[in-house]
């Protein structure tokens, strides 16, 4: 069973940092790529960035990049989003997913996802 699991949301006051985690279960990493996702109320689901095994590749939205950093961990089966210089309009709801090919424009074909974990920003 297919499992990712995020951590590390929370509430930060605009500039700061954090680090979200996903960790994965169940799934073959190889060939296949993980991405994170926000979705704010009212608002359509963000890609936001991918990573393919490896960490050979990566690609970022262009609202996050320079800001936020993907990365992996194999050997924890975990991928992580360092965030930094966070914005009151960085405020959603993040998460994880996997998939064999992996893109920003949409979340259609992403075959599994976690359940979540809220950021806060306030000014």
């Known amino acids: 069973q297919v499992q990712l699991v995020e951590s590390g949301g929370g509430s930060v006051q605009a500039g700061g940092s954090l680090r979200l985690s996903c960790l994965v279960s169940?799934?073959?990493?190889?060939?296949?790529?993980m991405a994170w996702f926000r979705q704010a109320p009212g608002k359509e689901r963000e890609g936001l960035a991918y990573i393919y095994p490896g960490g050979d590749y990566t690609a970022y939205a262009d609202s996050v990049k320079g800001r936020f950093t993907i990365s992996q961990d194999s050997a924890k089966n975990t991928v992580y989003l360092q965030m930094d210089s966070l914005k009151p309009e960085d405020t959603a709801m993040y998460s994880c997913a996997a998939a064999q090919f992996c893109t920003l424009q949409t979340d259609q074909h992403y075959e599994y996802w976690g359940q979540g974990t809220q950021v806060t920003v306030s000014s």
């Open positions: 169940g799934y073959t990493w190889n060939g296949n790529c």
